[in-house]
């Protein structure tokens, strides 16, 4: 990141990077999507396809596999998609918020395709991470085809970074997918960026941002490729529950005492020495 592009994230709590992948990078990804949607790739430990509401309800028609899906969770034991979490590219940028010690803490493909409601409320991923500091902890979302509003974008609240975690909820709409928790309180109409990108354009988000995103209106997909990632050095306040942890896994550096995941491993003895 230049100076400039770190200011623009410590101020708004995001920053875009523009074609940091070529169309034959996203590629790979993209097919294998399609071929794990399809059922051509086997489904790797702890990934979970899942099916957008409106399908699994029946109040929507799928025409094809891939018009039902929503998401594809924690692809990190994927050979494939690890490629984009592991992507050098990404580590480099990552690295600067981290620091040098990185750990994959989650990872998804959002598919978002025609037809559904699909939107997704605004709200902030620190809710799914209960450890800290939050500072270091950040997102990468890097867009597989192009992502404009007419197709639901990420829509951010600039600045909201810098207040709490808020509290989150249901939202009171007919059809919202599991788990599509958004946040209580944010006001009626928050001032929103919405993030248009081309494929390859990358985001860099603070956990604490308040994002979201719009309706598909269009007949095709808008489809991308998310991880998370935090310092080794991160820690659970004193009480909360560390299970979620023994997914993560060390990409780049060091394992710390007392940090993510020496406490994941700490029922197998955790750090020697
Ligand atoms: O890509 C999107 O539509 C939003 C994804 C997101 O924010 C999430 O799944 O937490």
Known sequence: MTPE???????????????????DELQVWLDRLGALIRGEAPKSDGMLIMRDVMIAKGAVQADSPEAAVAKIQDFDRDPVLRTYTDHPKLLAEIE???????????????????????????????????????????????????????????????????????????????????????????GADPDRVHLEMEPGDTVFFHPKLLHGSGRNQTKGFRRAISSHYAAAECVYPKGVDQGGARRY????????????????TAASGGLSG
């Open 96 to 186: 600067d918020f981290t620091g040098a010690n990185i750990v994959s803490i989650h990872n998804m493909l959002i598919n978002k395709p025609p037809g559904v409601d699909g939107r997704h409320p605004l709200h902030q991923d620190l809710l799914y991470f209960p450890f800290g500091p939050a500072d270091r902890i950040v997102a990468s979302w890097t867009a597989l085809e192009p992502v404009m509003r007419k197709n639901g974008c990420l829509a951010v609240v600039p600045g909201s970074h810098k207040g709490e975690l808020l509290p989150h909820g249901d939202m009171d709409w007919d059809y919202v997918n599991i788990a599509y928790y958004g946040a209580l309180d944010v």
């Open 249 to 264: 896994r060390l990409i780049q550096g060091e394992i710390k005492r007392g940090g993510l995941l020496d406490n994941a």
């Open 5 to 23: 592009e770190l200011n623009h994230y410590q101020e708004h709590g995001y920053v875009v990077k523009r074609a940091l992948f070529s169309e």
